[in-house]
């Protein structure tokens, strides 16, 4: 008897020891990749914007996570949107299981969004939207509230009658049109401004610069110009700097590449808008995943945004924000 108990006691405690071992090997191994071909077009693959580079280390971060290897793909710049209407149209017709889409044109793409989905494919638009209802899942900043927070910041630096310029991006894409409505409303919620209209930069530091020289030189009174991307914001700062009206004209922009963070510690830029892109990136990704998997998801998903300012960029909940950790050489 005592025989048999101490066999069954060493058989036992040999298969506690298999399991065990099984169990650390496993939990060593790295995650398991899905078979899931997903492919991440966005605006602009040029590294002059920041902005993309952190969205794709979001989206680097959850591959790791979920085992899955996204391709990421779009034009060289933003306003190349007959570029990216090529690539996602020839992206179509190699039938991926997900498209992850930051349209360059609300309306141009809208046509390519319902293809996509007719022949199969699960969509998830990024920072833009396209027209229609064709995606899944929309992930962005509320850019309507993010400009109503950029129009309150230039009231607040600003006398009332004061006159004011928009400086924004490409005419057609979701975010300007959201972010010029939003900054309007934002304005008129604080009093009567003299507004001089919205200027077009098509994304280029050169045009946006142009704009903001010009608008000096043909209105002395101008108060205060906001940006409404990296790339405008950036060149209606460099203007105002090289033009000494730094103390004249108020700058208020949108995002936080390492240049329009000098400029807000300078006192050229007043506050930006920050938006949380790497927050953009990996749930995206997430999103897409839980498409996939049949899990429901909500059809507007808000990543967020941040007003930060001279005085508070140093608070410790914003500098993980304002300095990301991310390759640029990647």
Not at 238 to 255: E, H, I, L, N, T
Request: hydrophobic fraction near 45%.
């Amino acid at each position: 008897m005592k025989i048999g108990t101490t066999i069954a006691a060493s058989i036992i405690t040999i298969v506690i020891a298999a399991l065990i071992t099984v169990f650390v090997v496993r939990s060593l191994m790295p995650a398991q990749e899905t078979s899931y071909d997903i492919v991440v077009v966005v605006k602009a693959m040029s590294p002059d914007m920041e902005f993309w580079e952190i969205v794709r280390a979001g989206i680097d971060t959850a591959a790791r996570e979920f085992g899955v290897e996204p391709r990421v793909t779009g034009p060289w710049l933003e306003r190349d949107i007959a570029d990216q209407i090529r690539i996602l149209s020839e992206i179509i017709d190699e039938r991926p299981d997900g498209v992850i889409l930051a349209a360059s044109d609300y309306e141009a793409l809208a046509p390519l969004a319902d293809r996509a989905v007719a022949a199969g494919i699960s969509l998830v638009t990024i920072d833009s939207a396209v027209a229609g209802d064709a995606a899944a899942s929309f992930v962005a900043t509320d850019n309507l509230r993010a400009g109503e927070r950029a129009g309150e910041a230039m009231a607040a630096v600003l006398p009332e009658g004061s006159t004011v310029a928009i400086v924004s991006h490409i005419e057609e894409v979701a975010t300007s049109i959201d972010r010029e409505y939003g900054a309007l409303r934002g304005l008129a919620r604080r009093g009567n401004y003299n507004f001089l209209g919205t200027y077009f930069s098509e994304n280029t530091l050169e045009l946006a610069y142009a704009h903001a020289e010009r608008l000096m030189n043909e209105h002395p009174d101008l108060g205060g110009i906001i940006g409404l991307n990296e790339t405008s914001t950036v060149g209606v700062a460099r203007a105002v700097r090289d033009a000494g009206k730094a103390s004249q004209v108020r700058v208020v922009g949108f995002d936080h590449s390492q240049e329009e963070i000098a400029f807000l510690e300078q006192d050229v830029i007043q506050a930006l808008i920050v938006q949380k892109p790497f927050n953009m990136g990996y749930v995206s990704l997430r999103t897409m995943i839980d498409v996939l998997e049949g899990r429901a998801v909500e059809q507007f998903i808000d990543t967020g945004s941040e007003l930060v300012t001279r005085e508070n960029m140093y608070d410790p909940e914003f500098q993980q924000l304002l300095f990301p950790f991310f390759d640029p050489a990647r």
